[in-house]
């Protein structure tokens, strides 16, 4: 297993992030330069978790060492926790503030495989507020504090993985349950930063997540810098996203290589009747330097777009073999609006949807419809949430003003798919120098006002883009 972790590192490496920071192609966005931690723990003092009674032999069930040393620097009022080489069997453990939890070269957190060793919380998992089991790392409700280090958080993930396909496959698919397994199914996250300030992830490796790798939720001012994480060992895990950014705000993420079995760098705001009553947007986020090989989307937004999505700038990114790229999806009952969206200086290779727009993306998943045989019973709070009704006027979303420069794709399958809807088009998207092809062009619909003069895509089959149900849209 040791052998096959290190193999996909170095695949994942040999596709090449930068390391130095880029020139911000939009220097006309002054908040840029204003994304990030403010600050990282300073002081000095060094706790090592061996010295608590954690013993590193992969056998051990070490959480309570190691909370016992986070619990006492936080008393000692912060410093530095850390560890000997060694191999760490955990569950849930939980970073205060003023801590760098220092993870070195040398050694590996992994997961445990049941369930009971993470405490369950109150939390948002996929856009709906609900218990939930806290991840194997997590940071909530703290300030000034730091995941650090070169060693590795594994997950250890393809129990929850198993149990949630064959959930699906064997009785949630047949009941006609798909719109709620993902929230039934228990599975922990890799690392959780909640409600949190001026917080710093920097060069930790994780894999093998049971749900999403990092989830960044209600915080703001965090830097995610040099995470490698890769999901593709032992099987295809569920939902095991890469870097989630949801209803946070002032975030950047940079110089990180992603391989996962769903999107890649994602931004979320919550889902449907429970999305819109909170209605916390995820705003102002900088990604840049990012590498994307296997997974859903370069970048992606939504499909959880309740609380909206706006002044995002991603730049001088990669994705090589991703199977979307610059992705954007919705539905009617989700509502919200995702505007302001700025990307520069992509490459794509190998991608198979370089740009999509889908406002009715994946129903079997995202409508809730509850079959006959529930009728008049008790339902689960999480359940019920799913249910509540939204009017079409607040659950139809927004798309508009988007500003794409310097974008290339190459063997990509379809260039380009933008399906708007008839009560909500997609609006004002400019495009300078965009180049894609692959082996069709695509089609847009129900899209209006695009500046396009700079865009060419071209398919092998020699057919142009199809523009359907558009006003002032015009693609060579």
């Known amino acids: 297993m040791i052998k096959r972790i290190l193999t996909a590192a170095a695949a994942l490496l040999s596709l090449g992030a930068a390391t130095a920071q880029s020139p911000n192609p939009f220097p006309e966005l002054k908040w840029v330069e204003e994304v990030g931690a403010q600050s990282f723990p300073e002081k000095q003092a060094v706790f090592v978790v061996n010295r608590f009674g954690a013993k590193g032999d992969a056998v051990t069930l070490d959480t309570e060492a190691i909370q016992r040393a986070i619990d006492a620097c936080a008393e000692a009022g912060g410093g530095k926790v850390t560890f000997e ?18 993870v070195p070269k040398g ?21 709906i507020e609900m218990e939930w089991p806290a991840a194997l790392v997590n940071i909530l409700d703290a300030e000034n504090a730091a995941i650090s280090g070169d060693g590795t958080i594994n997950g250890r993930g393809k129990p929850f993985w198993d149990k949630y396909w064959s959930m699906r496959r064997d009785d949630y698919e047949p009941r006609g349950l798909r719109w709620i397994v ?46 490698i994480i890769s999901n593709n060992i032992e099987g295809k895990g569920p939902s095991t996203d890469g870097i989630d950014v949801d209803s946070s ?46 997974g ?52 794509m290779d190998g991608v198979r949807s370089p740009f999509v727009v889908d ?19 008790e339902l689960p709070p999480h359940w019920k949430k799913m249910l509540a009704p939204v009017s079409l006027e607040e659950g139809t979303p ?33 495009f300078d120098n965009v180049t894609l092809s692959g082996r069709s062009a695509g089609r847009v619909s129900w899209c209006n006002d695009w500046q396009t003069g700079t865009l060419s895509v071209k398919g092998d089959d020699g057919a142009p883009v199809r523009i359907e149900h558009s006003k002032h849209v015009t693609i060579k």
Not at 85 to 102: A, E, M, V
Not at 201 to 218: E, K, N, T
Not at 410 to 428: F, K, L
């Open 296 to 347: 859903g989307g370069l970048i992606t937004c939504g499909s959880e777009t309740s609380g909206s999505i706006r002044n995002i700038v991603a730049y001088n990114l990669k994705a090589r073999g991703t199977g979307g790229g610059l992705r954007f999806k919705s539905t009617v009952q989700r509502g919200g609006t995702i505007e302001n969206i700025y990307v520069a200086d992509v490459e």
């Open 85 to 102: 080489p060694g191999i760490y069997l955990t569950g849930s453990i939980f970073i205060r503030s003023n801590i760098d939890f220092h």
């Open 182 to 227: 993902d929230y039934d199914c228990d599975r922990p996250r890799g690392v959780l930063i909640s409600k949190c300030r001026n917080v710093t992830v920097r060069d930790v490796v994780i894999y093998q997540a049971g749900f999403w790798s990092l989830h960044i939720l209600y915080s703001q001012h965090v830097t995610v810098d040099g995470v």
């Open 249 to 294: 705000s002032d975030v950047l993420v940079q110089n990180c290589n992603i391989n996962c079995n769903d999107d890649n760098f994602c931004l979320k705001a919550g889902r449907d009747w429970d999305g819109l009553r909170v209605n916390r947007p995820c705003e102002r986020v900088v990604i840049r330097d990012c590498v994307a090989g296997l």
């Open 107 to 127: 050694t590996t957190l992994i997961g445990s495989q049941n369930l009971d060793d993470y405490k369950r919380i109150d939390t948002r998992v996929a856009g």
């Open 359 to 377: 406002l009715n993306w994946n129903p079997a998943y995202s409508t809730s419809v509850l079959p006959a045989e529930y009728e008049g019973k």
């Open 398 to 430: 927004t798309l508009r003003n988007f500003y794409f420069k310097n974008i290339t794709a190459v063997n990509a399958g379809v260039c380009i798919s933008a399906v708007g809807i008839e009560t909500s088009t997609i609006d004002n998207v400019h």
